[in-house]
């Protein structure tokens, strides 16, 4: 069972993920974070493994992630650091990389992800920012279900994003055959189904000490913004908060939130909700850009998009 309490935490929209996980000891603990290396995945790996735990960097480019690893070993002592290959929109590797794993697995961060691509689909046909947000961590969480049960209260985190309030699950077009394609629908349509995804995992697998919660970074200048042009990204940002649009966070202050999810004793018994700024979100307020969409914590979407996701995987 889930508590239902609102979690709220000293931690503000300035902490950075080493002060969230100050004082948690995850020695013995292991962890997966994908596209770890670089980004919030970065500093999410570097303060699990500050924690002790052992670390997997899950990266579709293993010279990065070799860098990535070295450079966390370096700052902090742990070499307990691997790197794996993970490309999530192909689902050949997704199988590779679960087939290679061997044992429990206490912490799996979905944090690997592209922003607002031009149309580009997998050999399947499915809409790319799907397939790689959505699909490939669905294949990837399903498939080291018994991993993460072993574990005995694993967390499974799904890094989401406010750009879902751009768009639900449109589950009669998710892959943009019928309507035109348009790159910040389909981005905001996967960080739906990150969300959807937390609420329908908690609900299948909380019996078996698994807990899944949806988290908002906030907005912080990394290699995400490679298909957003400067000037789309200045007009984006005062569309959404006028002239108090978001100040930028640091990738140490992007990762907080992540980590919070992953390790706070806070949230022990919790699962299936929004967070931001450290904090639980409530709902969207009309006019802003924080918050959660109703339609991102709906039962019935994230069952329906659970049966949608085995359909579409087993083709
Ligand atoms: N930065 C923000 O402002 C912001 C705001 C809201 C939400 N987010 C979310 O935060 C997460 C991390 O993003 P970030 O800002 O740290 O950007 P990032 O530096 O670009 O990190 C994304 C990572 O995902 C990896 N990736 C992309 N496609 C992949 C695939 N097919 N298979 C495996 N890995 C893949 C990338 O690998 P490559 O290096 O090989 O491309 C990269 O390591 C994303 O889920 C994003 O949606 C970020």
């Not at 922003?115 to 997998?122: D, F, G, K, N, Q």
Request: proline fraction near 5%; include cysteine.
């Amino acid at each position: 069972m889930t508590t239902s309490t609102p979690v709220s935490t000293p931690f503000t929209a300035e902490s950075t993920a080493l002060e969230v996980i100050q004082g948690i000891d995850l020695t013995g603990r292991r962890a997966v974070v994908t596209g770890g290396g670089s980004g919030i995945g970065v500093e999410t790996a570097r303060a699990l493994a500050s924690a002790g735990a052992d670390v997997t960097l899950a990266v579709r480019n293993p010279d990065q992630g070799r860098r990535a690893a070295d450079d966390i070993t370096a700052t902090t002592g742990n070499d307990r650091i691997l790197v794996a290959p993970l490309d999530l929109a192909d689902q050949g590797s997704v199988a590779a990389f679960v087939a290679t794993w061997d044992g429990p697995l206490h912490i799996l961060v979905n944090n690997a992800g592209i922003m607002a691509s031009p149309e580009m689909r997998t050999p399947q046909g499915w809409e790319m920012q799907f397939a790689t947000n959505h699909l490939g961590h669905f294949a990837l969480a399903t498939g080291l279900h018994r991993a993460l049960a072993a574990a005995g209260g694993a967390r499974v985190v799904s890094v989401s994003s406010a750009a879902h309030l751009r768009s639900p699950v449109v589950f009669e077009d998710i892959h943009f055959r019928e309507r035109p394609y348009e790159p910040w629908a389909a981005y905001g349509q996967s960080k739906t189904a990150n969300v959807l995804f937390a609420v329908e995992a908690t609900r299948r697998w909380a019996d078996d000490g698994i807990l899944t919660n949806a988290l908002m970074p906030g907005a912080i200048r990394t290699n995400l913004q490679r298909y957003v042009s400067e000037e789309d990204l200045a007009r984006l940002r005062a569309a959404s908060g006028g002239s108090a649009a978001p100040a930028w966070k640091t990738v140490e202050q992007g990762a907080a939130t992540s980590v919070l999810v992953a390790t706070s004793p806070l949230l022990d018994g919790v699962g299936g909700r929004y967070f931001e700024d450290c904090q639980e979100a409530g709902p969207n307020q009309p006019g802003t850009r924080t918050g959660y969409a109703p339609y991102a914590l709906d039962p019935e979407a994230a069952q329906r998009l659970w049966e949608v996701s085995e359909e579409t995987l087993r083709g």
